[in-house]
């Protein structure tokens, strides 16, 4: 039976995944592993989890394949850098010697991020964007975005997907989007978009727009987002043939909202707690854009990346394997309320 290693418990997808796993059946398995950085994680990952605490080091070639071996780890989540792709290397390299070793089926699951396929990275937005579509990869692969950081994440992708393609590992691209909702992992429970909006908001005063145009992007609830995750584990447990590399996109969303809404909704909830001054949303000017630039520890230019552009990417890949969301796309919008007082709560109202 697969043993298994997720990576980023500590953070916002990875605990909430790991609270989710503890609770829901799987297929037939062998031991969660997750991957820690100290005792104390290791402590708290038994207790909030039951998974087995797992120390690596994730630079050593060496070490990564004695202990996947040893551990018989054959599927990896892997949810803690989508700039870089060393670490990711690495272990699929370990990987190709399980299944190599073991006689198994050995996967990757790399968690990415929606920009990737939005406008900041140079993907059409002129239509609707499948994540199902059989040309994404070459879309991808050929995408250029302004932004350094962006275009190394673009890149990591086409070398997560074509190292596993050459090694024999199956290999799955993630697309988180903007993921709302408390997580309920023990370390951060919040997201980061919405957290984008409401630390500017905050700082200035006043809830600001960066986009001329009706701008839309997919949104999901958090646990919709873990129910990806956990219906891709089980379809790899079951050891059905799911789409992977090339084909292997999937976004997890119920649908998508305009910025505009999302904008407006937090100003309201703002407004009725005090934090902004009115419930009126403006656009941004240069001067404005400046002071966000500080509040979120950004250039101005970056900006917009955080909290706006348009993505019109939809999810069919994870509806094909059975995953169904439970919440509406304007469930982000009734709950802006609950959104504000977990962030302000989390990063402190000062």
């Known amino acids: 039976m697969a043993n298994i290693l997720i990576t980023g418990g500590s953070g916002y997808l990875g605990g909430t995944l790991l609270d989710q796993l503890k609770q829901i059946p799987l297929p037939p398995h062998g031991t969660i592993y997750a991957l820690v950085r100290s005792e104390e994680q290791a402590s708290r990952v038994r207790e909030c989890y039951g998974a087995e605490p797992l120390q690596l080091n994730l630079s050593d070639q060496g070490s990564l ?33 399980v299944g190599k070793q073991l006689s198994v089926q050995t996967h990757f699951l790399h ?37 350094p950081p962006m275009q190394q994440a673009l890149v990591t992708n086409s070398q997560i997907i074509e190292a596993a393609e050459a090694r024999g590992v199956r290999s799955y691209i993630f697309i988180p989007c903007i993921v709302y909702g408390q997580g309920t992992g023990f370390g951060n429970y919040t997201s980061i978009q919405t957290v984008a909006v409401i630390q500017a908001a905050r700082d200035l005063r006043r809830v600001y727009k960066v986009d001329s145009a009706r701008a839309v992007w997919p949104v999901s609830h ?28 999937y976004l ?13 909704s937090i100003a309201e909830a703002m407004a009725k ?53 439970s919440h509406p796309a304007d469930h982000i919008l ?11 709560g989390y990063f402190g109202s000062k």
């Open 334 to 344: 009734e709950t802006a309320g609950d959104e504000v007082d977990v962030v302000l």
């Open 65 to 97: 394949t004695e202990t996947l071996l040893a551990k018989k780890i054959s599927v990896v989540f892997f949810l803690i850098d989508a700039i870089k792709a060393d670490a990711q290397l690495l272990l699929i390299q370990a990987l190709a010697e």
């Open 252 to 264: 997890a969303s119920s649908g998508t909202v305009a910025w505009e809404d999302i904008y407006s």
């Open 273 to 325: 707690r005090g934090f902004v001054d009115n419930a009126s949303v403006v656009q941004a000017d240069e001067e404005a854009l400046a002071k966000m630039g500080t509040a979120l520890e950004c250039p101005a230019a970056f900006v917009p990346v955080q909290l706006g552009g348009t993505c019109t990417l939809a999810a069919d890949r994870g509806k094909s394997i059975g995953w169904r969301p």
């Open 222 to 249: 958090v646990h919709d987002t873990t129910a990806l995750y956990i219906q891709i584990l089980r379809k790899l447990l079951s050891n059905d043939d799911i789409p992977h590399n090339r084909e292997g996109y």
């Open 111 to 147: 968690t990415t991020g929606a920009k990737l396929f939005s406008s900041h990275a140079g993907h059409p937005t002129d239509r609707v964007l499948s994540d199902a579509e059989k040309d994404l990869y070459r879309i991808q692969k050929t995408s250029r975005s302004p932004f």
